[in-house]
């Protein structure tokens, strides 16, 4: 149990479908993170929020949308996805951005996203 | 650019050590990362290294060389339930984390 809890776990989508993914935190943390999980291959960041406002975006294609209503809970709202976006989504948090210097990034057990 | 390298695949046995190593190519340096990642897990962190030198937790040691580009996991003591991912990441001048694919580690009795 890492303080992160994301739901849900696994997900079948159809490519004109509409679904979200939810990740809360208990830790207390100011950050919150999105990064997609590809087998083999590295973590590819996808969007950063501090204290809920926006701070990175990867170059993510808008069919993927983020939403952190407070510092607790972020969404990763998904429509008209692609085949190639079936992967592992994870949430992490860390105490605040300055705090991933010392590793305490915390993560969730990620949404294995299939799409069809 | 910025690249991570790490071994795909590692086989190891039970009650032996094994060295999991990662070379990092990043726009400035501010640590190194390895996490460890079980199946269908959340990765957990293991250690950080900023600094030259090896940094010993139990079981598990890390190495640093910032002049090679290098870091290095040591497991000792192999045990069945370290048999999961290892993810090497390097954190460049914008604070942002490099991650590697992640060295898989195979465990037998």
């Known amino acids: 149990e890492t303080g992160v809890t994301q739901t849900p776990r696994h997900l079948v989508m159809g490519m004109t479908n509409k679904k979200s993914l939810k990740c809360e935190q208990h830790l207390g943390h100011n950050a919150m993170y999105w990064y997609k999980q590809s087998a083999k291959k590295p973590l590819e960041l996808m969007f950063v929020?501090?204290?809920?406002?926006?701070?990175e975006n990867n170059s993510v294609p808008s069919r993927f949308s983020p939403e952190c209503p407070n510092s607790s809970h972020l969404f990763l709202h998904l429509h008209t996805l692609q085949p190639e976006d079936s992967a592992l989504y994870l949430c992490a948090s860390s105490q605040d951005l300055e705090g991933v210097n010392t590793g305490e990034l915390f993560f969730g057990e990620g949404s294995r996203l299939t799409v069809l | 650019g910025q690249n991570i390298d790490q071994p795909t695949e590692m086989t190891a046995t039970e009650g032996a050590i094994v060295q999991i190593n990662c070379t990092y190519q990043?726009?400035?340096?501010?640590?190194l990362f390895w996490y460890q990642q079980h199946a269908g897990e959340a990765p957990t962190f293991l250690s950080y290294n900023v600094l030259d030198g090896l940094e010993e937790k139990g079981r598990f040691s890390s190495f640093l060389s910032r002049s090679k580009g290098y870091s290095y996991l040591l497991l000792k003591e192999l045990q069945m339930k370290d048999s999961a991912s290892y993810l090497c990441a390097s954190m460049d001048s914008n604070y942002q984390l490099i991650w590697g694919a992640g060295t898989k580690l195979i465990i037998k009795p």
């Open positions: 990043t726009s400035g340096f501010n640590g």
């Open positions: 929020y501090n204290f809920k406002e926006q701070t």
